[in-house]
T-cell receptor, first 112, second 113 residues
Framework: TQLLEQSPQFLSIQEGENLTVYCNSS?????LQWYRQEPGEGPVLLVT?????EVKKLKRLTFQFGDARKDSSLHITAAQPGDTGLYLC????????????FGSGTQLTVLP | ETGVTQTPRHLVMGMTNKKSLKCEQH?????MYWYKQSAKKPLELMFV???????ENNSVPSRFSPECPNSSHLFLHLHTLQPEDSALYLC????????????FGQGTRLTVV
């Protein structure tokens, strides 16, 4: 089983601050996804990264895939209360969804 | 609207009850999944279906029984559950098994009393 470790587990910040959450593994992944889950809802896909070193931006969110494709980070600039949620990373070692492994998530709270 | 719809959203059942969870996807996907999400634990993959055939069963107790009558619908039949089975049960779909991007339903919050 390929484990994905996310850090920090919990993060509480003020509106306007920047933050970074991390997703690390000792295994190589052919692709990695980031999801956001709000209370009472299912996870919603934010982005997929597939190339080592790849950087993708989604408005104030910047996602980076490590050069060795073993880790990823999510950076949020000027966080807003609407960014509050559980951020999950998920990776597929061989590229198949049947092997998608999820991290335990980072619970982000952005205070107004 | 995520394209994946789960019913019911909430379910409370006794340990001797039989109930079913339903999932329907409107995305034209060929693969569907059941996940279990418990507090402070990563999502656990329970079952995988591809073109209506089960391709993965991750050591799930027999009190959970999946059914996939067609590529748009997925059921999870529940019987004689235990309190520790209380969790959020999520259905997801992907274009096929070779695509890693999963689209999730809103989940069914199950409480076993």
């Amino acid at each position: 089983t390929q484990l994905l470790e996310q850090s920090p587990q919990f993060l509480s910040i003020q509106e306007g601050e920047n933050l970074t959450v991390y997703c690390n593994s000792s295994s190589v992944f052919s692709s990695l996804q980031w999801y956001r889950q709000e209370p009472g809802e299912g996870p919603v896909l934010l982005v997929t990264v597939v190339t080592g070193g790849e950087v993708k931006k989604l408005k104030r969110l910047t996602f980076q895939f490590g050069d060795a494709r073993k880790d990823s980070s999510l950076h949020i600039t000027a966080a807003q209360p609407g960014d509050t949620g559980l951020y999950l990373c998920a990776g597929a070692p061989s590229g198949s969804a049947r092997q998608l492994t999820f991290g335990s998530g980072t619970q982000l709270t952005v205070l107004p | 609207e995520t394209g994946v719809t789960q019913t019911p959203r909430h379910l409370v059942m006794g340990m001797t009850n039989k109930k079913s969870l339903k999932c329907e996807q409107h995305l034209g996907h060929n693969a569907m999944y059941w996940y279990k999400q418990s507090a402070k634990k990563p999502l656990e993959l329970m079952f995988v279906y591809s073109l209506e055939e089960r391709v993965e069963n991750n050591s799930v107790p027999s009190r959970f029984s999946p059914e996939c009558p067609n590529s748009s619908h997925l059921f999870l039949h529940l019987h004689t559950l235990q309190p520790e089975d209380s969790a959020l049960y999520l259905c997801a779909s992907s274009q096929d098994l070779e695509f890693t991007e999963a689209f999730f339903g809103q989940g069914t919050r199950l409480t076993v009393v």
